[in-house]
């Protein structure tokens, strides 16, 4: 169990508490479950290494969704973050552009990824 779910753990645990009536007790179950939610969109947005989990592949295409994907390039020691997704066949990342850097990328070595935001919804 990782920090952002012990924590949520015991702010769930909390949370049953601070429903008991008592002088204040609105508020602190206000901050209580303000703090669940900006937990719980950390602990969704946080990037994944990929030798701890892959992206969800798709039976129908055998492909995963769309994904943020972060490598390093070890001979020139930086970073890089491109759009792509997973192959299950060929076992392979594929790209689109690349618009964190402008040097040449070790298209290789990825080391993490993250899902793609909610779309925006007016309203």
Same mark, same amino acid.
């Given at each position: 169990? *990782?920090?952002?779910? #012990?924590?949520?753990?015991?702010l ?10 008592? =002088?204040?007790?609105? /508020?602190?179950?206000? /901050? @209580?479950?303000? !703090? ?8 969704n947005?946080?990037? @994944?290494?990929? *030798?701890? %989990? ?5 039976? =129908?295409? *055998? /492909? !995963? ?8 390039? %070890?001979?020139? =020691?930086?970073?890089?973050?491109a ?7 060929? #076992? ?7 618009? !964190?850097?402008?040097?040449?990328? =070790?298209?290789? *070595? @990825? ?13």
């Amino acid at each position: 169990m *990782n920090e952002i779910e #012990k924590a949520l753990e015991e702010l769930e645990a909390l949370r049953l508490y601070a429903m008991l009536p008592y =002088d204040g007790y609105e /508020t602190t179950l206000e /901050t @209580i479950e303000t !703090s669940i939610k900006a937990l719980e969109e950390k602990k969704n947005n946080r990037w @994944i290494p990929v *030798n701890e %989990k892959l992206p969800k592949i798709y039976e =129908d295409t *055998n /492909t !995963s969704e769309i994904v943020f994907v972060q490598g390093y390039d %070890k001979e020139a =020691d930086y970073e890089w973050q491109a759009m792509g997704w997973y192959a299950e066949e060929p #076992k392979q990342w594929f790209f689109a552009e690349c618009k !964190s850097t402008d040097k040449p990328i =070790d298209w290789i *070595n @990825i080391i993490a990824w993250q899902p793609l935001p909610e779309p925006y919804k007016e309203g």
